[in-house]
């Protein structure tokens, strides 16, 4: 980057992604006094991110994703007050993240995923009262989510802790989020056992009280217990679950689950689910993606799923299935992907 662009004093938006720069963020990258976004996303830069960047004061947004920057991820960034969005995802971060970042009150977007981060979560990005998005998927962290997340994070529309190190019960608060749109928590340590009523059980998932729910994944964990039949009543924008795959839940599936008629993905196999497939998943007209494989499912496929003409997959090897294949499975014209082995 040329010397002579930090006589432009007066540019509020540097943007510099989609090429293949491939050096360090230059130490030079100051004096820009009235910098609004500064976006060098999906680059080769590397190294860590100059400290002069400290002094953009007026900076709302930063994009540094997909690039080879490193070392910890910089904690200068709680001079940037102004800041809405923070990205950086797909980089080489590694370390704790600064209790700083609690000091950036106006911070709604929080994108840090694919990095090597590790260590608990600060206390302090809980007192955030501003964010709507965040996503930390992919990292090493560990410990547990705060009890407290409605209150800390009442705008959360998007969470995702995927493939982290996390432990203990998904809060119960997290019910009461009202606005919540995605919650991604697959491969971490997460327990407890779902909702069969007993005294301990987890109200999670089934009494979630956004109806703006898209997405519920809670895969790969240390799920017990059984699915309620109240999961039927989960929001009816809900169109992705994986909620029982990786995880040690059994009994039934719940006929209820025909409720969720926007469900284009579900995924419920690998546990320990017993009993027949219930002939309401006939009525899940937009399912694309249906997998129950490797559990102990008994009985014959359901006829209705003739219905499911939107299909893309089907998936249930690994069960106790009898009986023959539903001869009308052929109104099913998108099916790609037949597995009943």
Not at 125 to 151: A, H, K, M, R, T
Not at 278 to 286: A, K, Q, R, S, V
């Amino acid at each position: 980057m040329p010397m002579e662009i930090n006589n432009m004093y007066r540019l509020k938006y540097l943007g510099l992604a989609n090429n293949s720069f491939s050096s360090q963020i230059p130490a030079n990258i100051s004096g820009y006094e009235n910098l609004e976004a500064l976006r060098l996303a999906k680059n080769r830069l590397v190294g860590e991110v100059p400290i002069a960047i400290a002094s953009m004061s007026k900076l709302t947004s930063v994009l540094i994703s997909l690039n080879n920057l490193s070392r910890n991820f910089p904690e200068f960034f709680e001079n940037l007050t102004s800041l809405v969005l923070i990205s950086a995802t797909f980089n080489d971060f590694v370390g704790r993240l600064p209790t700083s970042l609690g000091r950036l009150q106006n911070l709604e977007y929080l994108y840090l995923g694919a990095n090597g981060l590790s260590g608990t979560l600060p206390s302090s990005i809980f007192n955030i009262s501003s964010p709507v998005g965040i996503q930390l998927v992919l990292n090493q962290l560990e410990g547990s989510l705060p009890p407290d997340l409605d209150v800390t994070l009442p705008n959360l529309v998007d969470l995702n802790v995927a493939i982290n190190q996390f432990t203990g019960p998904i809060p119960a608060s997290i019910l009461n989020a009202t606005k919540v749109m995605r919650l991604k928590f697959p491969a971490n340590k997460f327990s407890g056992n779902l909702g069969s009523g007993a005294q301990g059980d987890l109200k999670f998932p089934e009494s979630i009280n956004s109806t703006s729910l898209e997405c519920l994944a809670i895969s790969y964990n240390n799920f017990g217990g059984t699915l309620p039949r109240s999961i039927g009543n989960l929001s009816s924008q809900l169109n992705k679950m994986t909620i029982a795959v990786g995880n040690q839940l059994s009994g039934n599936i719940p006929s209820s689950i025909g409720n969720l008629r926007g469900l284009e993905m579900l995924h419920i196999g690998d546990d320990k689910f017993t009993g027949n497939i219930p002939h309401t998943i006939g009525n899940l007209i937009e399912l694309k993606e249906f997998d129950a494989e490797m559990s102990k499912l008994t009985g014959s496929i359901p006829s209705m799923i003739e219905n499911l003409t939107e299909l893309l997959q089907l998936s249930l090897k690994g069960n106790n299935l009898q009986g023959s294949i539903p001869p009308r499975i052929g109104k099913c014209q998108k099916l790609l992907e037949i597995d009943i082995s």
